[in-house]
């Protein structure tokens, strides 16, 4: 039996412990504190720096335990995890000193209940490495999500708290206290060994459901083989299928899913052994496309972030949404990045459910994490209660250790202890899963975050082009967010104003990144002309956002074999930013842009290859014409090509495909239309049409010098 | 005390057992067998292929136990280890079955020895894995050095027995029978806190000596605290200082050395971590850079193979000789290539001594080793006893998992479960040693093996200067043996004759890796012209090879910091090649190649990148001047450059190079000279006078063909 209790904080300052008020479990003490005083929403303007004051306190929960006590059981005290370190007292007596949130804690406080039943937990101060900015680097000693010490999407704002599902529990020797299945699959993917680890004092029988419901094992053997096994498949490759097991004891019934599947990383084509090719000769690039079940995946996603800035408060419903537009969104795969939390466990249970995979970086980004005792001590802890939690989910596809770890910013190494040790530890708790130290790794790239780079003058179109990344695992296109969700963050007189130093900036609109960012107003005074209204810059960084969304998702494919992978920086925000790279808008809000990627992510459609974005009137619009093929179908398409321009849709031409195979994609013509001399300055739309679907980009014609005169002349 | 014992062996052909013959221990049945029954110098002509006969033998090996055993003593068997898979019987009873040469055995056999006294070794045949050719595929499923199952320099001869140091010892509780000291080094590697784990029943006195021979420690505590070190240096940087210690019981003495030192593998060069600097961005480059207590190392040295066919029966004469004419090319490093054995205690004794560093893989090389349950345990037996062994040695500063794994001959990923596995036994038992899972990794290059490449029509001259790798770990330019190799192992009739399919082929004068190679006669013929005997061919390619290894090794050097480290392919050779890539004829005979690299391995030194090898009359022979300085102190040279032609030496400049700092280059003058319209083909030679030493580079000055007629008709 499990008993939730009720519980107060306070926090302590110079040892002295204020007024006690009423704090969610789980939840975050910040957020509570805050309430309990009557804090303005931490979303509007600059609400969120009041939090600074509270950084440096230390925090006491406490609660008088309520439960109920049969003949012979004993009394646990639960906690999945608590942000971040903390002692936990039983009558003030100290009963355990913890570091780390991730790991779960089991305490036999039997005996000491009899003394009484006052629980506290003493937060420690966050951790903050000594003479470090305060910035993300006081991080790089600790698990500590770095998020919440500030990056170009979330405030600072320090967070701590009772992380996770946190009670009482009455104990007897019939309880099942663990357990995991887990399984071998035949070569052929067609038979499983099933195995269950249970800890329990008594026998236990076991009821094995297949997907669709009939029980196919009924006793008490830990051993199960099946055959003819309904695999699991990602979204758009196949069902999600999940068996159902029930493990009772005479006291607790567990119930839980299991998805077979097989995972590795193969190598990107079949020719990717070839290269390098000329001596003096390197390695080859590593393999980095998912085979699921033995079929290359084109792994296409985003990536997820905190959806929460108070993360312990998440709910379920929240994780529903956010995981179901997801999928909906033709995607197959989410990267859970190291600077967030590692999601709770509802979250691993709807991407089993839905057939999002999961990649699943520690709690390790943007820093040196220098491999000392006590770090690695705690990251031991940590990464070894991570990898035994997600494991067993057959949503969870890849382990890496952390964030662009090895570049500049960071400067680790594959020499770093850190990142040796959670290797190590994927490859005891976990060894047929792949790892990864981090990303990137060889022939991954990260970026461009903005559409045009103003120093080289591209924009994404020629950008990715010319690239040969083997996996995109971060990209973005900003965009200004809509109006309403400006009007519920900015004070009104600031609204038609962006202005750097205010809350434009508090909200990510400037000085995030570049000075510009994420606003990036520069850029689209360049491509487009000066705006005259706000309202004109959310249009025409909408505009931007899909189009190059679009662009490089679409490129990406294109590129398969050589390239597997697809993954754009990011899904959701913690909160509302002004401007940003999200796809959702806080808290589930879906942008243009979600709509864009949607469209770019279909198993099967046309794409074409466009030379550039913008266009000068009488040039001529160059683009290559592909048929994309995800699927594991083959397929053939009538593929109609039109020119949207003034207003009139033109044929192009027409393109039959011909017979495509499974998972392949087909270069077809490469069409050449030249653009009128006198057209003012417009958007123009190339149609691509086909049973399949059809797919449209909106491209940018420019008047020249002259047309604009007379264009002006004529509307006056 | 231990017992060293006489031994018989004999083969076992379809279960049984041949006639007996002495066996030598430490030793190879097959040579003991070939000795037995006489059969012809394993090194003559085609001899080799006589022992293709036993490859699917069983062995026996077999002896009465001589020893004496007094009062409480127990009697051990021990071997440092036997190739591969074997059964230890006593008195006709198995008491184990063991595979894996690496891996120490100690038996207590004293309760057995009531029984009798006859000892058998019984070796199972080879490993080979079934359905694999007859090559190194046949090793990918074993710890067995792949290397006799033939390679490119090596004749394939599968070898096995006993390979290393065994005995019977007595022993009692004041028995040391573990001993191995390790230590901290403080940061600024002046003070050390060194421990010595020991085990023995009884208390033991310990004495410690300076590298001067003073005792500066005496007592019983197995944990010192040293100041004032003096630290290990590789050769070339300083003293190899080492502490000797003495460890005491009442029944034993061990004795052995400590050299402190730190290393790391740091970044190439300041600038390393601003790269890649495009989006969409990748990693950085991983480092490469041993840095030996603090300072960057410029890595320079060879690769060490096996030094014998019968690995077993290499003596420490032999180790003496070879790793002393190392020290004297000025090398610093050696690279013990995953191929080969793991060299014997003694190597990595003297290595400790001379200052040479020491690279060592594990017994994995050119093949996919597939992580199944049966190889993965056994590898994490021999790894785990060939890095207990190793890495007290402050020779040894790197760990590696083998040989071009990560290419398409092999297609090993970062994935692979062998590779993961070595990473993480490194980290749990020598986790400061930096470790790489393979060379070549990301930013390394291997290869070219030839002075000139007929298709691209480029030499190393032009193709090393374009290349810009981080290190470069295996490169080789091959030379024809000298007449008295020729003659010692071709049979008389064919030394004027170089033809395939006859001694000259076995001897890898053929076919060993492309069909010219290693005579490569073809490109003599295309740089030279078509030369008229056996001699002159020896002479050119006795040139390109001094040539080629001066300008890679200089060119590398030159390329500091972005470039660390160039270690030539190869050191040795395990018996007479006619032709190849070492510097060494076998077993100790140093080339004019050695020498050569003698030359460009100097510390300090002036240096020519020169754009070609070969000129034409009338051609403008350009070339860099650099003085390289790869030493701990500043210098600054006055660098006077000749070019001799037609016999006379012409003054081209003088360069006075002002102060340089230390382990930095600097980059000079570039010259050009106008080569005379009407000279006859010759050699020309470009000298730079230091007094640092002189370098001199031997070049092609080939005449026009108007020349060449003219040349023609004053001869005549």
């Known amino acids: 039996m499990k008993f939730f209790q009720t519980w107060q904080g306070a926090c302590i300052t110079d040892g002295i412990t204020g007024e006690f008020f009423p704090a969610q479990v789980p939840g975050n003490i910040q957020n509570d504190y805050a309430k309990a005083f009557s804090w303005g929403d931490v979303n509007y303007a600059d609400n969120c720096k009041q939090y600074e004051a509270l950084e440096d306190y230390a925090w006491l929960y406490r609660t008088e335990l309520i439960y109920e006590q049969n003949e012979g059981e004993r009394i646990f005290f639960v906690t999945y995890g608590i942000e971040y370190e903390y002692d936990i007292l039983l009558n003030h007596k100290k009963l355990l000193h913890h570091t780390g949130m991730f790991s779960k804690v089991e305490l036999d406080i039997t005996d000491e209940l009899k003394n009484g039943t006052l629980l506290e937990i003493y937060l420690y101060p966050h951790p903050k490495r000594e003479g470090a900015d305060p910035c993300r680097d006081q991080a790089d000693q600790s698990c500590k999500p770095a998020v919440c010490y500030g990056w170009d999407w979330h405030p600072r704002l320090l967070v701590s708290g009772i992380f996770d599902e946190t009670f009482i529990e009455t104990r007897t020797d019939a309880s099942i206290t663990f357990c995991e299945p887990s399984y071998q699959l035949s070569e052929d993917f067609k038979k499983a060994d099933l195995h269950f680890e249970i800890d329990c004092g008594e026998t236990v029988s076991i009821s094995l459901y297949s997907p669709d419901g009939q029980c196919i094992y009924e006793g008490t053997s830990?051993?199960?083989?099946?055959?003819?096994?309904?695999?699991?498949?990602?979204?758009?490759?196949?069902?999600?299928?999940?068996?159902?097991?029930?493990?009772?004891?005479?006291?607790?019934?567990?119930?839980?899913?299991?998805?077979?599947?097989?995972?590795?990383?193969?190598?990107?084509?079949?020719?990717?052994?070839?290269?390098?090719?000329?001596?003096?000769?390197?390695?080859?690039?590593?393999?980095?496309?998912?085979?699921?079940?033995?079929?290359?995946?084109?792994?296409?996603?985003?990536?997820?972030?905190?959806?929460?800035?108070?993360?312990?408060?998440?709910?379920?419903?929240?994780?529903?949404?956010?995981?179901?537009?997801?999928?909906?969104?033709?995607?197959?795969?989410?990267?859970?990045?190291?600077?967030?939390?590692?999601?709770?466990?509802?979250?691993?249970?709807?991407?089993?459910?839905?057939?999002?995979?999961?990649?699943?970086?520690?709690?390790?980004?943007?820093?040196?994490?220098?491999?000392?005792?006590?770090?690695?001590?705690?990251?031991?802890?940590?990464?070894?209660?991570?990898?035994?939690?997600?494991?067993?989910?057959?949503?969870?596809?890849?382990?890496?250790?952390?964030?662009?770890?090895?570049?500049?910013?960071?400067k680790m190494t594959d020499q770093s202890l850190a990142l040796r040790l959670l290797n190590k530890l994927c490859y005891e708790y976990d060894r047929e899963k792949p790892f990864i130290p981090t990303a990137p790794i060889m022939g991954m790239g990260h970026g461009h975050y903005l559409f045009y780079d103003q120093e080289s003058k591209q924009s994404v179109f020629e950008l990715f082009r010319q690239s040969d990344n083997t996996a995109y695992s971060e990209f973005g296109i900003p965009s200004i967010a809509p109006m309403e969700i400006l009007e519920k963050v900015l004070p009104p007189e600031l609204i038609q104003t962006p202005t750097p130093d205010t809350a434009w900036e508090t909200h990510m609109g400037y000085n995030a990144w570049t000075p510009d960012s994420w606003l990036c107003l520069g850029i689209i005074d360049e491509l487009f002309g000066k705006q005259t209204c706000i309202e004109d810059y959310i249009e025409k960084s909408t505009w931007t956002q899909c189009e190059g969304l679009k662009c490089v998702f679409e490129e990406a494919r294109r590129q398969k074999p050589h390239c597997s992978m697809a993954i754009n920086w990011c899904y959701n925000e913690p909160w509302n930013n002004v401007a940003g790279n999200s796809l959702l808008r806080y808290p589930t809000l879906p942008q243009p842009g979600y709509y864009a990627v949607r469209d770019a992510l279909r198993n099967v459609m046309p794409s074409a290859r466009i030379e550039h974005f913008s266009y000068e009137a009488g040039e001529t619009l160059c683009a290559e014409l592909w048929l994309l093929n995800d699927s594991d179908s083959e397929v053939s398409q009538t593929v109609r090509v039109y020119l949207e321009i003034n207003g009139q849709k033109e044929p192009v031409l027409t393109w039959e495909t011909g017979t495509i195979p499974a998972n392949t994609n087909k270069k077809g013509h490469k069409i050449q239309i030249e653009l009128p001399q006198n057209a003012p300055t417009q958007a123009i739309i190339l149609h691509l049409e086909a049973d399949c679907g059809n797919s449209s980009y909106k491209l940018l014609l420019k008047a020249t010098k002259q047309e604009e005169i007379n264009q002006h002349r004529l509307n006056v």
């Not at 382990?399 to 500049?408: A, H, I, Q, S, V």
Request: hydrophobic share 35%; glycine share 8%.
């Open 222 to 410: 830990h051993d199960i083989h099946l055959e003819d096994v309904a695999l699991w498949w990602c979204n758009g490759q196949g069902k999600a299928n999940l068996y159902r097991y029930q493990v009772r004891s005479s006291r607790d019934t567990i119930e839980g899913h299991i998805g077979f599947r097989h995972i590795r990383l193969g190598m990107n084509g079949e020719h990717a052994w070839n290269y390098p090719s000329e001596f003096p000769k390197s390695r080859s690039y590593p393999p980095i496309t998912i085979e699921l079940n033995g079929r290359p995946i084109f792994a296409k996603g985003s990536n997820w972030v905190n959806p929460e800035i108070f993360t312990a408060t998440i709910t379920e419903p929240l994780y529903e949404e956010q995981l179901q537009l997801a999928k909906d969104a033709n995607m197959n795969i989410l990267r859970c990045w190291g600077g967030a939390i590692v999601n709770k466990e509802y979250f691993f249970e709807l991407c089993d459910r839905l057939g999002l995979m999961v990649w699943q970086e520690f709690p390790l980004a943007c820093n040196n994490y220098v491999g000392t005792p006590d770090y690695l001590a705690v990251l031991e802890q940590e990464a070894t209660a991570i990898i035994r939690r997600i494991r067993r989910h057959p949503c969870h596809v890849l382990w890496c250790g952390g964030n662009e770890l090895f570049n500049g910013w960071s």
